[in-house]
Each structure stands twice: as C-alpha cells, then as structure tokens.
C-alpha cells in the first residue's frame, strides 16, 4: 500500500518562505517521479513541479526561480522549498506519485499567503 505523508503548512507573510516535505511508503522511491500539485481557491490542481528518478526538476512558469523542488532517497521524502511566496501561491497542495497505472496523493497541505 502506498501512503504519501505530508508536513504542515502554514501561514506565511508575502515574500516569505515555507518548505513542504512528503514522507513516501510502499513504493521503491528512487525509482519514481515525484510531484507537488496544487490547488487554488475556485481554480483546477495544476502541476507545481516535478523530480524524477534522475532528479531531472521542472517547474510551472509561475514558480520558476521561486521553488525549488528535492528529494531524500534514503529518507524517502520529497520537498517543497517555496521563496518569496506570493498571495496568488495560497492554495492546497498535494504530493503526488503514480505506479502501476493509480495515482497516489498525499491527504493536502494548506498554505496560505497574506498580502
């Protein structure tokens, strides 16, 4: 069984600065691509960023410069790290992965950023 464990989110001025973590099992980590969604108020989930086994990272424009997305094999974890966070980055964000053809989410991270 594949279970995605997520830290806490938080609130966060503007410009400040928050890491996501997702804690990963039942899955072969190294071996998979990780993902971080999210989720915008009255908006569809988008992709935020990608890793792959490779650690090959790619990143949606509007984070680009801003978030940096890692990952741990031996603890297998992925992380978040967001800067200069903007009021348009509040959202739910979900870690994500796929095997054998499911998906499988991480249960949600509020985050929320005050102008």
């Known amino acids: 069984q594949v279970h995605l464990v997520q830290s806490r989110g938080g609130l966060v001025q503007a410009g400040g600065s928050l890491r996501l973590s997702c804690a990963a099992s039942?899955?072969?980590?190294?071996?998979?691509?990780m993902n971080w969604h999210r989720e915008a108020p009255g908006k569809q989930r988008e992709l935020v960023a990608s890793i792959s086994s490779g650690h090959d990272k790619n990143y949606t424009d509007a984070v680009a410069g801003r978030f940096t997305i890692s990952r741990d094999n031996v603890r297998n974890t992925v992380y978040l790290q967001m800067n200069n966070l903007k009021p348009d980055d509040t959202g739910v964000y979900y870690c994500?992965?796929?095997?054998?053809?499911?998906?499988?989410w991480g249960q949600g991270t509020q985050v929320t950023v005050s102008s």
């Open positions: 994500h992965t796929r095997s054998r053809g499911y998906d499988f």
């Open positions: 039942g899955i072969n980590f190294r071996l998979y691509t």
